[in-house]
């Protein structure tokens, strides 16, 4: 199995529940994370990362971690200085049109967003709301672009975009699509040479479907000319995507190997939850197991089982349990003098 893994943990694209895999895994195997200094939970995120940024860095004596996985604006050269050069790449992408309408809900607080009273009124005229240059503006067009450390107000030429997907390319070993999570873990599980249980999850950071609202023809288009240069990530990776699945695996053998995976979290979820899904943050019980809340998204979580044996109780609460309070306990275990 290897255990040295950059994660590129872009925002609103299921990385949380990605990040829940990687802190299991890590947690099970004795490794070192790449932690933001103080046990924070971003790498001094929007800024591009530096090797400063990560407990325990030191230029002098530069220590390797195994994992760095905390959401950062990516740029290699730093990043190669904290892991091992045999380190693998990966991130995950997702539709920018479901991507923009889950910022704007997320983000509304951001300067760009709180202005406008809905997306399409956003959409109408964005440059009325949106300006470059205040802060949080890169939540609001082309977060892709940003996350991976490009200019999201770019211009959009063949030759700009060409660079930007051969730069992605290169380095990165796999880029995993949201939508198609499960065929995403399978692929993650090959190329890691993990079992299966190491990439079961269930759906973590997930907002309750009431707050979401379907989108007009017309909004999709707005969407995809304001974000073009997610677009282009998005089209161009998505294709390679199911491309290495048929020359990796093949369509007949991803069924098989999906439908394990789902068999899978099916049977976790009849050990582990009350009612086999999640919840609203009002009826989670435990409040050690309660998402943080942020704009207007009502962030679901999940209530364990009582009565569990001690063994499968620890398993069941990592599944579970939200990423800023495993982050934590995860800190204060590799970290035991210092309090996140």
């Not at 040479?193 to 017309?218: A, E, G, H, Q």
């Not at 409040?287 to 009502?298: C, E, F, V």
């Not at 679901?300 to 009582?306: A, I």
Request: glycine share 4%; hydrophobic share 35%; aromatic share 12%.
């Amino acid at each position: 199995p290897k255990t040295d893994i950059v994660f590129l943990k872009v925002h609103k694209s299921a990385s949380s529940t990605v990040m829940n895999v990687l802190f299991r895994f890590g947690e099970t195997h004795n490794l070192t994370f790449a932690f933001p200094i103080g046990g924070g939970n971003q790498l001094f995120y929007p800024h591009h990362f530096l090797a400063r940024f990560v407990q325990g860095f030191s230029p002098r004596s530069p220590q390797r971690f195994n994992i760095l996985c905390h959401h950062m604006r990516f740029l290699q050269p730093e990043v190669q200085k904290v892991v091992s050069s045999s380190a693998v790449y990966f991130s995950i992408l997702r539709n920018p049109v479901q991507l923009m309408e889950s910022s704007f809900m997320y983000y509304k607080g951001t300067s760009a967003f709180s202005r406008a009273r809905s997306l399409e009124e956003f959409l109408s005229q964005p440059y009325h709301y949106y300006n470059p240059a205040d802060s949080g503006s890169h939540y609001a067009r082309n977060l892709m672009t940003f996350d991976f450390g490009f200019n999201p107000d770019g211009e959009v030429s063949a030759e700009r975009v060409q660079l930007m997907l051969k730069a992605i390319e290169v380095s990165f070993d796999l880029l995993l699509i949201s939508e198609y999570f499960d065929e995403s873990m399978v692929l993650l599980k090959e190329m890691l040479c993990w079992d299966l249980d190491s990439v079961v999850s269930f759906p973590l950071n997930i907002r309750d479907s009431s707050t979401k609202s379907p989108l007009s023809d017309t909004m999709v288009e707005k969407i995809k000319d304001w974000n073009r240069l997610d677009w282009e990530i998005y089209i161009h990776f998505n294709r390679t995507f199911w491309e290495r699945i048929d020359r990796d695996i093949g369509r007949e053998r991803m069924q098989r190997e999906v439908k394990a995976l789902r068999e899978r979290q099916a049977e976790l979820a009849r050990t582990c939850l009350q009612g086999m899904g999640s919840v609203g943050p009002k009826d989670i019980k435990d409040s050690s197991l309660r998402p943080l809340q942020h704009g207007n998204a009502k962030i679901l979580g999940y209530n364990l089982k009582q009565g569990l044996d001690k063994e499968t109780e620890y398993m069941c609460r990592r599944l579970v349990t939200p990423e800023l309070q495993y982050n934590s306990a995860l800190y204060e275990k590799q970290f035991p003098q210092k309090r996140p």
